[in-house]
């Protein structure tokens, strides 16, 4: 079983304008299907480094001097990027999406299509975990994880009835929680809500939009002048969020202002937002609903 059909390939990679001789970051590594075309568009000079914070993933390492893999998560990639020496890149590819290997092993927990204990962690290591968010958080916290994260409007009812259930009895398991919730999953719509539950507790484990945020804002830092970035987000919390990074340098509100009107801001959108071909999800359902941004510091 292949780890991860990566998305959008060419049109990712395209959009950092390889330099032979430059130095770049896929910070998603996951199969390492980005890295490879990175790589195989660099010349002996260039360098690459990977983060992917899922041990599975490192057992992917590309065996290339140019190559360095780095088992951490990419909220810290400036940090790590010192580490080893480098200041500056020239271009910082993302695929912030579940990797199809983390879909696919069902131990994992993140599919609604197999029976699982609730996991949902993309660093093992980490505490917190899917049963601790569903058991051990109060009403009023899961209430704001299903709204925020999963955008969904029966989430102070579903936190209500997750909260009662368990007074009498443990939640453990996907099924489980499905039990508990049966009442909202109407045949027709189901595998979407579904969804948007499994979504919300997901990011919440593995704190996604925090991440992001620490991610992007370091992004102008260590990015030399011109050198680009290439997103692809999959739902509309974290394209929103990469949207306004690009636009403002902000998540919220207008950048300032100077006394002529004018504002600075470190990066510049690079074409149209870009979303996959007919072909590829006819390949690659689960390229569906991904989105492409790519930006360049000014």
């Known amino acids: 079983m292949e780890y991860h059909n990566p998305v959008l390939l060419k049109e990712t990679v395209d959009g950092l304008a390889i330099k032979p001789d430059g130095v770049y970051v896929d910070v998603t590594f996951g199969g390492g299907g980005h890295s490879r075309e990175i790589l195989s568009r660099l010349g002996e000079k ?42 500056a890149v020239d271009g910082v590819l993302a695929d912030f999406g579940v990797s199809s290997h983390q879909f696919d092993v069902a131990e994992r927990g993140f599919s609604t299509r197999f029976e699982a204990e609730l996991d949902m962690r993309m660093n093992q290591k980490n505490q917190l975990s899917a049963f601790h968010v569903i058991n051990e958080y109060d009403e009023d916290q899961i209430k704001n994880v299903l ?6 409007r029966a989430a102070p009812a579903m936190a209500r009835l997750i909260v009662e259930f368990r007074k009498d009895e443990v939640i453990k398991t996907g099924n489980q929680l499905k039990k508990v919730l049966k009442k909202f999953l109407s045949p027709k719509h189901e595998n979407k809500i579904l969804a948007q539950i499994y979504q919300a507790i997901r990011i919440e484990v593995n704190q996604e939009i925090e991440a992001l945020k620490e991610f992007l804002k370091q992004t102008p830092e260590i990015l030399k002048p011109e050198g680009r970035l290439s997103l692809i987000s999959y739902h509309s919390l974290e394209d929103r969020l990469v949207k306004r990074f690009i636009r403002n340098g902000l998540f919220e ?7 002529f009107g004018n504002f600075d801001v470190p990066l510049k959108k690079v074409g149209k937002l870009i979303v996959p071909s007919a072909e590829e999800i006819k390949i690659n359902n689960r390229a569906r609903s991904a989105k492409l941004r790519i930006a360049e510091k000014i």
């Open 147 to 152: 709204l925020q994260y999963g955008e969904l």
């Open 253 to 259: 509100g207008e950048p300032e202002r100077d006394v």
């Open 46 to 87: 260039g360098k690459l480094f990977a983060f992917d914070q899922d041990a599975d993933a490192l057992e992917n390492a590309i065996d290339d001097s140019r190559f360095t893999l780095i088992h951490e998560n990419f909220r810290y990639i400036k940090r790590f990027l010192r580490f080893h020496g480098v200041k």
